[in-house]
Every structure is written in C-alpha cells, then in structure tokens.
Nanobody, 122 residues
Framework: QAQLQESGGGLVQAGGSLRLSCAAS????????MGWFRQAPGKEREFVAT??????RKYYAEPVKGRFSISRDNKLLYLQMNNLKPEDTAVYYC?????????????????WGQGTQVTVSS
C-alpha cells in the first residue's frame, strides 16, 4: 500500500496560519477522495475536511468552517489553516478514501499518513 506523508506542521500563535501538505510515496494521489483528520491529546480522532476526486466538492467540520481550506492537485493534498486557535492543537493526518466522493467517516479511508504536529499557543 502506498504511504502518505504529511508536512508543514509547527508551532504558531493564535491567529496565525499554517499550510499542511500530503504526498504519496512513489505515485500520485490518484482519483480517490482525500481527507484530513486530527487527534488532540486525550481525545479521539476527529474529521476536519474532505475533498472529492477532482476537487469539485469539499466538506468541513463545523469548528473549522470559514478558517480552513482543503485543496488538491495531481500529486499533493493541502490544508490551508488560517486564524488558528489553541483548540486546533492536534496531530493532523491525511488519508486516502476507499471511494471518490469524499467522506467524514474514518472507516471509509484505506491509507493514512503518520501525522504532523500542529501546536497553537495563546
């Protein structure tokens, strides 16, 4: 199974921005839907954003609406994060869906990256 690798995480102050990227090793992203999830310390993994096979449909979790933007090209998946808040602090994971339409259900994703840490200070 192809590996996914996230990058772009780091430490920022509240109100700042980060752009996360996700690349597939040895291949393009393909024509499947893609998603971003996150997991904060002591909490379960939660849905952040998803995008369908051609980028024409995007869906966001309520806490990030208006602040985050998901996008893709042939090789990379992106998550632009603006106006970051301390509650956004988490490990962020990219994933490839077992399908093409996008999904907020982690059980619909077959391939996962190892995650990148995002820490937002007050």
């Amino acid at each position: 199974q192809a590996q996914l690798q996230e990058s772009g995480g780091g430490l920022v102050q509240a109100g700042g921005s980060l752009r996360l990227s996700c690349a597939a090793s040895g291949r393009s992203l393909g024509s499947d839907g893609m998603g971003w999830f996150r997991q904060a310390p002591g909490k379960e993994r939660e849905f952040v954003a998803t995008i369908n096979w051609n980028g024409g449909r995007k869906y966001y979790a309520e806490p990030v609406k208006g602040r985050f933007s998901i996008s893709r090209d042939n090789k990379l998946l992106y998550l632009q994060m603006n106006n970051l808040k301390p509650e956004d602090t988490a490990v962020y994971y990219c994933a490839r869906q077992k399908g093409y339409g996008g999904s907020n259900d982690f059980t619909q994703y077959a391939t996962w990256g190892q995650g990148t840490q995002v820490t937002v200070s007050s």
